[in-house]
């Protein structure tokens, strides 16, 4: 029989009082749960092109006795060497970068981007510090922060996400004239194929960024998430990363990549290359107290796959793959009518979402009547305003493009058009 516990009350930390589980969690789990519900909210990628011949044939092998550095067995803090050099090898090979600036010792390897996200942000941030961030942006980061008792302030961006330098200049200002100067810890900007705006960062702007900082002597450490950079859809993104560009010289950065977009997301390997090197040892110290090292094993099994040099060609197949996926989600929209409804987007060159503007004043929040018609129709979204560090505009929606087949993705398109048209 089952024993009955009587819970005595914790006295939790602030952390602890104030946290509110992620919105994404609920998301996943509701796509996960319900297959008639069709998700264009979870940022999953496409079971069809998982590399499983990959994983497989590697898997079998790293099982094997006398493999160099055991895989089944615990590795380094910051993660094995030979993939750390790869993954310095991918960095570069994107145009703008040269290999010659990037140094493994600087690369630590993480359980998904998200967790180095997390750890930099821990390392610097204490409560009430303020992160500037894009205007959308990624929301998971959002709520982390949130959660982390830590201020996200929208840098001014126009309707598509573009930065607007002047009035980023007047903000600080402003917030220099509030005494928040030393409250301003970090810059974090999802500068390829955003999650959501699904727009890049031009190198003229991201020179802009640093312009305003310099002038305004705001060095602070600046966070570029790299999450989709691998993801383009024809070209890669042409401009360099801030690793790389010497307006950024002067701050201390941190670049995010990931092997789980790109490559396989439940191996969760993802990882981030700092220049700084008092803040490295900060965020390895954490990470050393979190799990003393990412799954290894995860590890090895990518390390294959580059160093056999398998890794490009998969990224060739997915790319059209994904790049057909998003063609097949907006074709869908625009035949539905959704433009003619008012509705606006740019088409994506890169990533895994649509990032679709209803006309201004159009509520598509969580609680609102258009959210809950969704869901009794059987399709999911994420609600805009989430991806807003004041939670305004509510006339956004983020849909994706990448989890669903085919079929069903042209039916959650059709079912989320119906409902914009009030059917
Ligand atoms: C912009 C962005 N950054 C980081 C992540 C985290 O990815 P992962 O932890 O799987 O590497 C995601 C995942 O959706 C993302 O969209």
Redesign the pocket.
């Given at each position: 029989m089952k024993r009955s516990e009587s819970h005595s009350s914790i006295a939790f930390s602030k952390i602890g009082r104030e946290i509110q589980p992620p919105v994404?969690v609920d998301l996943m789990a509701r796509a996960l749960a319900n297959p008639e519900l069709l998700s264009l909210a979870a940022?999953f990628t496409d079971n069809a092109v998982l590399p499983r011949a990959l994983v497989g044939r590697f898997a079998m092998e790293l099982t094997q006795e006398g493999q160099a550095e055991e895989p089944l067995q615990y590795g380094q803090n910051q993660g094995r060497q030979k993939l750390r050099e790869l993954s310095c090898d991918v960095i570069a090979s994107h145009p703008g970068e040269d290999r010659s600036a990037y140094d493994p010792v600087n690369l630590f390897l993480?359980?998904?981007?998200?967790?180095a996200?997390y750890l930099a942000v821990q390392a610097l941030c204490d409560f009430g510090d303020i992160i500037l961030v894009e205007e959308p942006s990624?929301f998971?980061?959002l709520e982390m922060l949130k959660g982390l008792g830590i201020r996200a302030m929208g840098i001014p961006c126009d309707d598509t996400g573009a930065v607007q330098p002047e009035a980023m200049a007047a903000l600080l200002e402003d917030l220099d004239a509030k005494g928040e100067r030393d409250r301003i810890k970090a810059v974090y900007l999802?500068s390829y194929f955003?999650?959501p705006s699904s727009r890049s960062l031009e190198a003229d702007e991201k020179r802009a960024i640093a312009n305003v900082l310099l002038e305004g002597g705001w060095q602070v450490p600046i966070i570029e998430?790299a999450?989709?950079r691998e993801l383009f859809f024809e070209e890669a993104h042409s401009a360099p990363s801030i690793i790389s560009m010497p307006e950024f010289d002067a701050f201390p950065k941190l670049y995010?990549g990931?092997?789980?977009?790109p490559f396989a997301?439940g191996l969760?390997?993802?990882y981030g290359y700092c220049t700084h090197p008092e803040w490295l040892q900060k965020i390895l110290g954490i990470k050393g107290h979190q799990d003393f090292g990412s799954a290894h094993f995860n590890q090895a099994i990518i390390e294959r796959v580059l160093a056999e040099g398998l890794y490009e060609p998969h990224l060739q197949g997915i790319r059209k793959h994904y790049a057909h996926k998003a063609q097949v989600l907006e074709s869908e929209l625009i035949d539905g009518g959704l433009r003619e409804l008012g509705w606006h987007w740019e088409t994506p060159k890169g990533g895994l979402i649509i990032w679709a503007r209803a006309p201004k004043g159009t509520d598509l929040r969580m609680e609102s009547a258009f959210c809950q018609q969704c869901i009794d129709q059987g399709v999911l979204y994420v609600p805009g305003d989430l991806c807003f560090s004041s939670g305004e505009p509510w006339h956004c929606a983020r849909l994706a493009s990448g989890a669903l087949p085919e079929d069903r993705l042209r039916e959650a398109a059709r079912r989320f058009v119906a409902v914009a048209k009030g059917e």
């Open positions: 994404i940022g993480t359980n998904g981007s998200q967790q996200l990624y998971v980061c999802v955003c999650n998430d999450a989709y995010l990931t092997y789980t977009k997301t969760k390997v993802g």
